[in-house]
């Protein structure tokens, strides 16, 4: 990956936010930026240099990973090393604004840094810089979203060997995991969703030790990383034989999610995409059941920028790896979801992992 190219554009930006410096403590900020993958790292940017602090745990590790960056190893905590080197730093010219991402520090930290500066040096919160340029994938990374889109979506025959009634959700789950574990994945991409029968109607019923009754829905929402990615895929399946209204529910999710993707191309604001999916969910009477937005992004985190929901500016740009997830939630009866990963082309959108939408019975 062009971490250099990374490390430059955002160089280039300081001036701009009038900042002298970028401290960066987010985990996958981190890992975008100098490929370093583990827990303990803090990265400063300054338009002539790039630092990596590390504490002794990772010295090798950080050696083997971290690209374009000076690497400093200390008894400290990253953070503390990141504001000696500040603080030293500091007394030369130029030196002054110090951006932070106030949505990855606590107050407690912030206050200790703030402290450990000299005075001539002031904290200020940056714009998410980081995560803006994250927002469009290369081609490196679409390569990745996509083989972890296609392992994530062979989980859903796991899913249907082993979905029946009387068996846990919990249990489905666990199979499906570790056949994610036996493929090569590094983890799941969250919580892995089995919901059934009533509990289907819970968005995120992630999966409990509830038995799969023997009539109804069953939501399933899973997801791997794979090389530091993450998938995300929703299927729902029906347990037993579906009557009029679960039919009619599943056919207005399944013309929503594809009117959706459908939509989906270089310029079209997230809005509109959700307003798509809204407006035909409304058109059968089900609107005020669709509770939650209608997707996301989805890279090095499982959700990232920009969220495709009302209310949200953002335009969808070439390389943008969105979620389209429209849902169906009636409190006792069940819910449906649909969800794909896909990939904003020139043409419109790429499925990442294509599989059948229809409805199975089980």
Known sequence: MDHAGRQTRLQNLLASHRL????????????????FTGSAGALVI???????????????????????????VSRKTPLASAGDWLTANGRKPGLKAVGIEGEHLTVAEQIRLKEALPPGIRLRESPPLVERARMVKDENEIA???????????LFD????????????????A????????????????????????RSAL?????????????????????????????DMTRTVHVGSPGVQEHRMYE??????????????????????????????QGKGLGKYFTHSTGHGVGLEIHEAPRVAAGQTEDLQLGMAITVEPGVYLPEVGGVRIEDLVVVTERGAEILAPASKELITI
Do not use: W
């Open 20 to 35: 002298d410096a970028l401290l960066i403590t987010h985990p996958a900020n981190v890992r975008y930026l100098c490929g």
């Open 46 to 72: 300054t338009e002539p240099r790039v630092v990596f602090f590390t504490d002794g745990r990772y010295t090798e590790q950080a050696r083997a990973e971290v690209q374009e960056a000076r690497t400093l």
């Open 144 to 154: 990745r979203l996509r083989a972890a889109a296609v392992l994530g979506a062979s």
């Open 158 to 173: 796991v899913a249907l060997k082993t979905i029946r009634p009387g068996i846990k959700e919990n249990e489905v789950a």
């Open 175 to 198: 199979e499906m995991e570790y056949a994610a574990r036996q493929s090569g994945a590094e983890g799941m991409s969250f919580e892995t969703i089995v919901a059934a029968g009533p």
């Open 203 to 231: 968005p995120h019923g992630r999966a409990s030790s509830a038995p799969i009754p023997p009539r109804g829905f069953v939501v399933c929402d899973f997801g791997v990383i794979l090389a530091g990615y993450c998938s």
């Open 252 to 281: 207005a999710v399944r013309e929503a999610q594809q009117a959706a993707v459908g939509a989906i191309r270089p310029g079209v604001g997230v809005a509109q995409i959700d307003r798509v999916a809204r407006k035909i969910l």
